[in-house]
């Protein structure tokens, strides 16, 4: 049997020590990184879900003000517009009717139709791990008449 030089051995653990210790510094950058790169993740998700509520919201305010310039009345362009801005808002995953408000206002040449969507409590814009805009989205179209 052949005796065992502690210098040979203690070259030979060098590698694994420092495999060993390469493996530590690797865990240790992943969890000084990773909660970073998912607060990152989060924003990403949640600040897109706002732009396409929003936008959603705006084109439903267009669609509502678009079709209310056809209306004879008053009374009519505001029923117009109100099932205009519904139809438009049924794309929106998830919409129910009483998380809006539409107005619908009208001077002498010109309908406005304004819209507030209040988002429902499961989405993930009320989520409290990214600072978000707001709970309640709000856009506003203009048209004008048609001169008779």
Sequence with gaps: MMASDP?????????????????????????????????????????????????????????????AIVGLDAADRSAIAVRAVDRSMHAIAGFVPSTRSVAVSETGDAVTVAVAYSVPPTSLIRSSFVPSPGNVIRARATFELPVD
């Design 7 to 67: 210098s040979l051995r203690s070259a030979r653990s060098f590698p694994a020590r420092l495999a060993r210790s390469e493996r530590a510094a690797a865990m240790v950058e992943m969890a000084l990184v990773l909660p970073l790169f998912l607060a990152l993740l989060m924003g990403i998700l949640v600040y897109g879900q706002y732009f396409l509520l929003a936008h959603s919201v705006q084109q439903a305010a267009n669609d509502g003000a678009r079709a």
